[in-house]
């Protein structure tokens, strides 16, 4: 599987914004989805993964309540949607892809084995 995010761009704080992964190949409906995000100077960050079936997912505390992610695997692509953006938020996000086993506990140190480039996202205040 072959992955490629879209949809950042500049958003005023309190907006929202959607992003896109796409990913190549048959097999997309078995790996479990997942986004991460590097802001300037900081470590990567998990941001939010989802099952492979798309039944069940899981976020990080700073996200969770204003993003969701979803998964059309009919489409091979995976959503992240990110309401109530805060300057905070500023980074470039990934989506990666990964087979192993997912439920809530191992998603939080699942390092995937499969990434996309980066897709920037910039709040401004």
């Known amino acids: 599987v072959q992955l490629q995010a879209s949809g950042g761009g500049s958003v005023q704080a309190g907006g929202s914004l959607r992003l896109s992964c796409v990913g190549s190949?048959?097999?997309?409906?078995?790996?479990?989805m997942y986004w991460f995000r590097q802001a300037p100077g900081k470590e990567r960050e998990f941001v939010a993964s989802?099952?492979?079936?798309?039944?069940?997912?899981w976020y990080g505390d700073s996200v969770r309540g204003r993003f969701a992610v979803s998964r059309d695997n009919a489409k091979n692509t995976v959503y992240l949607e990110m309401d109530n953006l805060i300057p905070e938020d500023t980074a470039v996000y990934f989506c990666?892809?990964?087979?192993?086993?997912?439920?809530?506990?191992?998603?939080?140190?699942?390092?995937?084995?499969?990434w996309g480039q980066g897709t920037e996202v910039t709040v401004s205040s």
């Open positions: 990666a892809a990964d087979q192993s086993k997912w439920d809530t506990v191992t998603v939080r140190t699942t390092t995937p084995k499969l």
């Open positions: 190949g048959r097999t997309f409906k078995d790996y479990g």
């Open positions: 989802i099952s492979a079936g798309g039944r069940s997912a």
